[in-house]
């Protein structure tokens, strides 16, 4: 069973409008929340984090909600630019380190 | 950069062969792990490593091994490639609690 879902494989945005990326768990016990942006031949960078004892971290166009009792989280960016047009990765940390990721959402913003 | 490379960047192998992809990181970090990366399947963990010859299974570790005799290198090994081994793999270091990891470049590996 997946623990870390994205279930939108893409959004399209346009440019200077807000892009909300969606991701839920099914872990209580992860402890940090995370995001990763990857362009393509390159690897994930980090982006953005949440601790699960907060449920709003800013961080300038930048923005992360964390929901516990419906275990989900978004990640809202605004406003969206050309380049932030990539593969964002929703990822989950647990005590250990171990991080478990989702499957991605492309998200293409439009001139 | 946070000092974190992988080698080699390219490699295509025959079905049977074992390989050896390399990372290797300058910043003294305890915490090493290596993840593979497949179409519609985000990132999976295969090994990490939390110390010199402390090393424990990923979620995907069948078909792999690791070695970390040094703090700097951490060594993912393929015993006998096989063609679903075919992935691009991303070496990456913790950088602790809320600042996520830092990955490499990755090493995209083809098995035929």
């Known amino acids: 069973d997946q623990q870390v879902k994205q279930n939108s494989p893409s959004l399209s945005v346009q440019e200077g409008r807000i892009s909300i990326l969606n991701c839920d768990y099914t872990n209580s016990m992860f402890d940090y929340f995370l995001w990763y942006k990857k362009y393509p031949a390159e690897g994930p960078t980090f982006l953005i984090s949440i601790s699960s004892i907060k449920d709003k971290n800013e961080d300038g166009r930048f923005t992360v909600f964390l929901n516990k009792s419906a275990k989900h989280l978004s990640l809202h960016i605004v406003p969206s630019q050309p380049g932030d047009s990539a593969v964002y990765f929703c990822?989950?940390?647990?005590?250990?380190?171990?991080?478990?990721f989702g499957d991605g959402t492309t998200l293409t913003v439009k001139p | 950069d946070a000092g974190i490379t992988q080698s080699p960047r390219h490699k295509v192998t025959e079905t049977g062969t074992p390989v050896t992809l390399r990372c290797h990181q300058t910043?003294?970090?305890?915490?090493m792990y290596w993840y593979r990366q497949d179409p519609g399947h985000g990132l999976r963990l295969i090994h990490y490593?939390?110390?010199?010859?402390?090393?424990d299974k990923g979620e995907v570790s069948d078909g792999y091994s690791v070695s970390r005799s040094k703090t700097e290198d951490f060594l993912l090994t393929l015993e006998s490639a096989t063609s679903s081994q075919t992935s691009v793999y991303f070496c990456?270091?913790?950088?602790?609690?809320?600042?996520?990891?830092?990955f490499g470049s990755g090493t995209r590996l083809t098995v035929v």
């Open positions: 990822a989950a940390s647990e005590e250990t380190g171990k991080s478990t």
């Open positions: 910043e003294n970090h305890r915490y």
């Open positions: 490593s939390y110390g010199v010859k402390d090393t």
């Open positions: 990456a270091i913790r950088q602790g609690g809320e600042n996520g990891y830092t």
